[in-house]
């Protein structure tokens, strides 16, 4: 079963509207975490936001929120004011432990490009 | 401040050779990793090590071996290349393994196996 969906192989999206990437986990961690990254054609990896299990608010980084629904298992990437430097591809991530370590397991990614 | 320095960017190589991915850090991070990352997959974890001398294995370890005799180092060798590990890879180092510690990535390494 996958550990982490992001259902949205790609999406398009007119500059200056707000996007939402969907994520959602399955973990029977009770002490896991949430990342996004972002990964422009350049291929880095950029870090974006940290959803802790046991947060109590939705992280918030600049135009970058999470919209966490931990019944739902869902942790969505809220981009605000799209810009065209948001197209990208964006990766959801969920570190879990395994054995005596945690471990970061991926979802596939989504694509987004943002229309001038 | 370097952060995670991977080379080489590209390489080549034929079936059946071998080779070392090299990774190094300079924020004396205790966690280190190294990825694969397939076209339309997230990122596997093939090895990593949570300190010096402690190398473990992840999800595809087959074919690659690592080691970690310094902090700053975390080397991956492909001992017979196959074009199955034709592959960008991805060394990555974190303060530790749990928590809210971010994972800081190498620009990554372009291989093709022929």
């Known amino acids: ?116 | 401040n370097a952060g995670v320095t991977q080379t080489p960017k590209f390489q080549v190589l034929k079936t059946g050779q071998s080779m070392t991915l090299q990774c190094a850090q300079d924020m004396n991070h205790e966690y280190m990793s190294w990825y694969r990352q397939d076209p339309g997959m997230g990122l596997r974890l093939i090895h990593y090590s949570v300190g010096a001398g402690i190398t473990d294995q992840g999800e595809v370890p087959n074919g690659y071996n690592v080691s970690r005799s310094t902090t700053e180092d975390f080397p991956l060798r492909l001992l017979s290349a196959a074009p199955s590990q034709t592959s960008v890879y991805f060394c990555a180092s974190s303060l530790s393994s749990g928590g809210n510690t971010e994972a800081f990535f190498g620009q990554g390494t372009r291989l093709t196996v022929v």
């Open chain 1, 1 to 116: 079963a996958q550990k982490i969906t992001q259902t949205q192989p790609g999406m398009f999206v007119q500059e200056k509207e707000a996007v939402t990437l969907d994520c959602t986990y399955d973990t029977s961690d009770p002490s896991y975490g949430l990342f996004w990254y972002k990964q422009p054609s350049s291929g880095e990896m950029i870090f974006l936001i940290y959803q802790g299990s046991y947060d109590q608010q939705n992280a918030t980084e600049g135009r970058y929120s999470l919209n966490f629904q931990k019944a739902r298992k869902s942790a969505n990437l809220v981009i605000s004011a799209s810009q065209l430097g948001d197209s990208a591809m964006y990766f959801c991530a969920m570190r879990e432990l395994r054995g005596s370590n945690y471990q970061l397991i991926w979802g596939a990614g989504t694509k987004l490009i943002i229309k001038p």
